[in-house]
């Protein structure tokens, strides 16, 4: 018998303000599109003793916890290993579409994976540059190694907004010259060759191009575009999202959807065209509206919620 002891490295983010902008009737179905440690499918359940959850992640890594989860939950919890690309298929081999009441994104990278230096998910301590989220497609040492320096060039600017990306892109194409890059730390001193320290506290020079090819390797911008329109597709009516973004590239996507489906006109972007009149999607209502933020109580008691930006938005 497995012993229901919840073990949360991750700790949820905003989630007493997630927790109260989404539906809370009886009998009500939820989809976690990102499980990880659970935090916020174990808040769901624990909110209504009536209430179901379908949780997704990517990473196999989290059964460890899902067991836990069946044992205390029984039938209102189970599992998918999937992506959230797979939303709307997973919901019709449920028989869940139009049934849904809340869906929750908790974007990005979790702590568990982070700490897990054999993931390379950091650069704090050296391990394999592996980066991925699952166990498929290629690593970030092979995305290094196969690819030109135009190609990383463009990849570090578009997905991790480096201004230093064409001088970073240049040390480390002239460093694979003498020898294959393949742990985190050969990837830090190549970075800092070319970007140093400020003296003034900001963030590591590393920070940008571990999350640009974080980004790249996960598919992670497409995926949230295709999560986002399965996720409108699938929920029943007055159903909720609710998404937690950690950086301006995956807020500005979530913003724009949301803003796209609610009927808003906004200025041409790279991620969605200028909307005209008579072609006005009004599939949602936003609820927030103002992107709500941790509080400093929050960032004090968890430094990685300091970024956190939460939106929430209601099918019509």
């Known amino acids: ?39 916020h499918t174990k808040a769901i359940l624990d909110r209504n003793k009536t209430c179901k959850v379908y949780a997704i992640d990517r990473d196999p890594k989290v059964k460890k916890n899902v067991k836990v989860f069946q044992e205390k939950y029984k039938k209102r919890f189970k599992f998918i290993l999937g992506k959230i690309s797979d939303l709307e298929k997973i919901a019709v081999n449920e028989n869940l579409k139009n049934k849904i009441s809340g869906i929750l994104f908790d974007l990005g ?30 690593t970030a ?4 190694n196969s690819q030109n320096e135009k190609e990383i060039s ?27 890059i393949k742990n985190t730390i050969e ?55 609710a998404i937690i973004s950690f950086h301006s590239l ?28 008579n072609n006005i999607n009004e599939s949602l209502k936003i609820i927030t509206k103002k992107v709500i933020k941790p509080m400093k109580k929050e960032i004090l008691y968890n430094y990685y919620s300091r970024s956190a930006k939460l939106r929430v938005a209601e099918k019509k």
Request: glycine share 6%; no cysteine.
């Open 1 to 39: 018998m497995i012993k229901s002891s919840f073990n949360f490295l991750h700790k949820s983010v905003l989630l007493n303000e997630t927790l109260s902008l989404l539906p809370n009737e009886d009998n009500s179905i939820f989809i976690d599109g990102t499980f990880g440690d659970g935090g």
């Open 109 to 138: 990278v979790s702590t568990r994976q982070l700490k897990d230096f054999k993931r390379g998910f950091s650069f704090q301590k050296d391990g394999p540059l592996d980066m991925r989220m699952g166990n498929n497609g290629i």
């Open 141 to 144: 040492s092979e995305f290094l």
């Open 154 to 180: 463009d990849i570090i600017f578009k997905y991790g907004e480096e201004r230093s990306s064409r001088n970073i892109a240049k040390a480390i194409t002239n460093y694979k010259k003498k020898k294959r």
């Open 187 to 241: 990837l830090v001193n190549i970075i800092k060759s070319v970007k140093k320290v400020p003296k003034k506290k900001s963030i590591h020079p590393a920070t940008k191009t571990f999350q640009a090819i974080r980004i790249y390797v996960n598919n992670e911008i497409e995926e949230l575009k295709i999560g986002l329109v399965s996720a409108i597709n699938v929920l029943k009516k007055k159903g909720r999202i």
């Open 250 to 277: 995956e807020d500005r996507v979530v913003k724009n959807f949301l803003n796209k489906n609610s009927g808003k006109i906004y200025n041409k972007s790279r991620y969605f065209p200028q909307l005209e009149p």
